[in-house]
């Protein structure tokens, strides 16, 4: 059997105001016709279809056309990410099943899965969406707080009712951040919830474990996979090689091969630093004068008009940092990049410190946390 992971389109976004939605219609029309070249016989998509809960019109209508495409090749099967609103994404999946659009957004379906049959075998391929801690800990009654108790009660329904199948093979599409995960500047915090790493021997037993959320393809395991993002979201992406995962499952077991199909770039991403008058006459630079280019400037004094001039020979150039030599601190960087690094919870506290003269009390810990927990709730129910 043949499967085709991918994640992350993140419908709608922008790259440092640069519309993508073109560069993600020609994903599609990639994965499209990977689709058919390759024969595939179940799509996995594991989450963050959209960029926001309230996606545009014009992502939802590229959304409509993907799955359209896809519907008419293969089967598809598609999970809801942390950026995803779960029920408007779920809304229709009962009548989007019998088109062969299984969307799985409801994380008390966990334990249903979709059977693939193709190839002399059947397998069972069961969403686990993305799972918010606070909300399912009454409602599953979790020991423990955090994504670790989460993913851990999801598998342990996924291993139920696998047990009762007999020889069928398993696969499994979940949205999280596997402890051991490159992450890069794009992807949104998970870590109000509690502790956002989640073990990957969670996943043990499983043939295949296609997951979503990290941005960077990477491989947990043999069979424990990120596709990643299939564009680039942030200048930490620069290096990366985008695209999907295409899985080849032995349907009489044991055998799992994965290859990677890489996505069409829409245009590369480079970060310069130097002085200005350095990037503007070396002919070393000439190579990203069609690249999108974060630049850093490092004169001893900020340079006037330094975007204009730059942009007369890098019209691509979206970002522009400012580092002295020599100089101490910040170095002139701007309050999205001091603080890019760092969770919504923790600036909350560095405001705190910052306004009162102290670090934030105890009491004022665990309100700032039980303030951003009721916030990230209401937004999931969204």
């Keep these: 059997m043949r499967l085709l992971h991918t994640s992350d389109w993140h419908l709608g976004r922008s790259f440092h105001r640069e519309d993508l939605l073109g560069a993600q219609a020609d994903f599609v029309d990639h994965l499209v ?23 545009s019109v014009d992502a939802v209508r590229l959304c409509d056309e993907a799955l359209r495409r896809l519907a008419g090749l293969t089967r598809v099967v598609l999970i ?63 020991a423990a707080r955090g994504h670790t108790a989460a993913m851990t009660e999801a598998m342990r329904r996924v291993r139920a009712d696998h047990e009762g199948r007999g020889d069928v093979r398993t696969v499994v599409l979940a949205h999280a951040f596997v402890t051991g995960g490159e992450a890069s500047d794009s992807e949104r915090d998970i870590s109000v919830g509690g502790v956002a790493h989640v073990p990957v021997g969670v996943f043990d037993g ?12 990477q491989a947990m395991t043999e069979t424990v996979r990120y596709s990643g993002s299939p564009l680039a979201y942030s200048f930490s992406e620069e290096h990366h090689l985008k695209g999907s995962w295409l899985v080849d499952l032995d349907p009489s077991g044991g055998r799992v091969s994965a290859e990677f199909v890489e996505a069409p770039v829409p245009r590369r991403l480079a970060r310069l630093r130097g002085r200005i008058d350095d990037l503007l006459t070396s002919p070393a630079h ?50 999205s990049e001091r603080i890019r690094e760092r969770s919504e919870l923790d600036i909350a506290r560095d405001f705190v410190a910052e306004v009162s003269g102290e670090p934030a009390a105890e009491a004022e810990r665990a309100l700032l946390h039980e303030a951003f927990e009721a916030c990230r709730a209401k937004e999931s129910a969204a």
């Design 80 to 142: 809801a990410g942390n950026h995803d609103s779960a029920q408007r994404l779920g809304f229709g999946a009962g009548l989007m099943d019998s088109a062969g659009v299984h969307v799985r957004a409801d994380p008390s379906s966990v334990g249903e899965p979709v059977l693939v049959t193709a190839g002399g075998g059947t397998v069972a391929v069961y969403g686990i969406p993305y799972l918010e801690p606070e909300l399912l800990r009454v409602p599953w009654s979790l």
């Design 286 to 335: 000439t190579r990203y004068e069609d690249h999108w280019l974060q630049v850093v400037l490092t004169d001893p004094h900020r340079p006037p008009a330094a975007m204009e001039r730059l942009r007369a020979r890098f019209p691509h150039a979206l970002a522009l940092g400012f580092d002295p030599e020599g100089a101490d601190g910040d170095g002139g960087r701007s309050w």
């Design 33 to 55: 016709e990977t689709v058919r070249a390759e024969r595939v016989d179940c799509v996995l998509v594991s989450g963050d279809v959209y960029d926001r809960a309230l996606p």
């Design 206 to 217: 499983v043939d295949y474990v296609a997951l979503g959320h990290l941005h960077g393809r």
